[in-house]
């Protein structure tokens, strides 16, 4: 609703010298303020990235030296592999499996690693219990978790995602810490770590986002957390040869049910008037089976991923459960 008067207010480049560029530096300062104070980090830390992928790219490969190690888990982010891949053989970078509840054993992380931690996974909701790595880098992966889980002390780059708060797309935060040994990885001529401009719009649109999202939570968590039971217990029970990834977030369930294809579960469901995604595979292009379900030993056929928002209702979630169990039973004759 605030975004027709944030465009008409925040249009100026905040780096010229006119009036109008000067409020928008202004709505600039702010929204970086409000930033700082949600994701406990100083203000002169954060960097707005257009592409939030980037922000796995900036804040890995900028930590990376010539002595130091990539450690990184096997439940990881697709994008997080492909900067492995891309190292080289002589580089060993290092992959880490996890349990069947989706832990990380980081014990024997040497003092030069440069390790990865996922705070939380956007396919199963999995937390990391061990936040505390002793390494003299870690890149924190906290595209899922948002504001909900806080960084660990000794973080030196992190990266956020505007819509886990449910902020606008396409806007991605990277914050880069003070104490970090970090080095732009990309061709650059002046001190910026974003190589282009990023929409001012969406930053305040993504600041007011934060602020609203920060306030329901403290008042509708507890529903998520009933909503989530629910949902458990219902498939559990009146599903059969149905799998669940163990729980982690509230806010995120992953489900897979035997005999089912997930994108025509996906599409059924959404003729039905529910919207949910598919984990079933890593990405539409190669249509392999998700690479984090396989890790944890969860039946990846027909998974489907769920994410209860602030809005959502048990009402709505009983429909749903209902529609779903019907729907599995039609797909499976």
Same mark, same amino acid.
């Given at each position: ?13 905040? &780096? ?5 560029? /000067? ?55 697709? @994008? ?9 053989? %002589? ?15 980081? =014990? ?6 440069? =390790? &990865? ?5 956007? @396919? ?29 002390? $000794? ?25 970090? $040994?970090?080095? %732009? ?39 998520? *957390? ?11 029970? $009146? ?5 669940? *990834?163990?729980?982690? *977030?509230?806010?995120?369930?992953? =489900? ?11 599409? &059924? ?5 529910? *919207?949910?995604?598919?984990?079933? =595979?890593?990405?539409?292009? %190669? ?15 027909? %998974? ?24 599995? @039973?039609?797909?499976? /004759?």
């Amino acid at each position: 609703m605030a975004l027709p008067h944030i465009f008409e207010a925040s249009w100026p480049d905040p &780096t010229k010298l006119g009036v109008d560029s /000067k409020s928008a530096a202004v709505l600039l300062n702010e929204s970086k303020e409000t930033f700082a104070g949600h994701l406990k980090v100083r203000s002169d830390e954060i960097n707005f990235l257009g592409e939030p992928n980037l922000g796995f790219y900036l804040g890995i490969a900028g930590l990376l030296s010539t002595d130091s190690r990539l450690v990184y888990s096997n439940i990881d982010r697709m @994008e997080i592999f492909a900067i492995a891949d891309s190292l080289g053989p %002589n580089s060993s970078p290092l992959q880490l499996k996890a349990s069947k509840t989706g832990q990380i054993d980081f =014990a024997g992380l040497a003092p030069k690693n440069l =390790a &990865t931690l996922q705070l939380c996974n956007r @396919e199963t909701g999995t937390i990391q219990s061990q936040r505390e790595l002793n390494c003299e880098s870690v890149f924190v992966d906290a595209t899922a978790s948002g504001i909900r889980i806080p960084l660990p002390q $000794n973080w030196s780059t992190a990266l956020w995602e505007s819509t886990s708060w449910a902020g606008p797309s396409g806007l991605g935060i990277l914050a880069v810490s003070k104490k970090a $040994n970090w080095k %732009n990885p990309l061709p650059h001529l002046d001190s910026r770590i974003n190589p282009g401009p990023t929409s001012l719009p969406l930053i305040v649109a993504s600041a007011l986002a934060i602020d609203s999202w920060a306030a329901d939570e403290k008042n509708l968590s507890a529903k998520i *957390a009933a909503i989530n039971l629910d949902i458990r217990n219902y498939i559990t029970n $009146n599903i059969p040869d149905s799998d669940l *990834a163990p729980h982690g *977030a509230d806010h995120l369930i992953s =489900a897979s049910f035997l005999y089912v294809n997930a994108e025509q579960l996906v599409t &059924t469901l959404a003729d039905k008037g529910f *919207a949910v995604d598919s984990g079933s =595979a890593c990405s539409a292009t %190669n249509m392999q089976p998700s690479h984090v379900l396989a890790a944890l030993g969860v039946l990846t056929q027909g %998974n489907i991923r769920l994410t209860i928002h602030h809005a959502t209702t048990f009402d709505e979630v009983k429909t749903f459960l209902e529609v779903l169990k019907a729907t599995v @039973e039609e797909l499976r /004759k």
